[in-house]
């Protein structure tokens, strides 16, 4: 593979998980619905909530970054 074409790959791909990051923040805990079930107190699930969004969020939000990184050292070589 050229690497002209797999640079083009991770930017294209750096960019469209800007997004995936923003949508896996805000209903990251939607996609595992039986992941907080046990959880009975209202107080608890929410902050529970909260922290899985964060989780996911900050595990998507470096690939972004990486990507691009990527792409840049992919372009130069």
Same mark, same amino acid.
């Given at each position: $593979?050229?690497? #002209?074409?797999?640079?083009?790959?991770?930017? !294209?791909?750096? *960019? +469209? =998980?800007?997004? %995936?990051?923003?949508? *896996? &923040?805000?209903?990251?805990? %939607? +996609?595992?619905?039986?992941?907080?079930?046990?959880?009975?107190?209202?107080?608890? @699930? %929410? #902050? $529970? $909530?909260? #922290? !899985? @969004?964060? @989780? &996911?969020?900050?595990?998507?939000? +470096? &690939?972004?970054?990486?990507? *691009?990184? +990527? =792409?840049?050292? *992919?372009?130069?070589?």
């Amino acid at each position: $593979m050229d690497f #002209a074409v797999l640079s083009q790959i991770c930017f !294209y791909g750096g *960019l +469209l =998980s800007i997004p %995936a990051s923003i949508a *896996l &923040w805000f209903y990251g805990a %939607a +996609l595992v619905p039986n992941a907080l079930d046990d959880i009975i107190d209202p107080s608890m @699930r %929410a #902050a $529970m $909530m909260s #922290a !899985y @969004r964060e @989780r &996911w969020g900050i595990f998507v939000g +470096l &690939w972004p970054a990486t990507l *691009l990184i +990527l =792409s840049s050292i *992919l372009k130069d070589m």
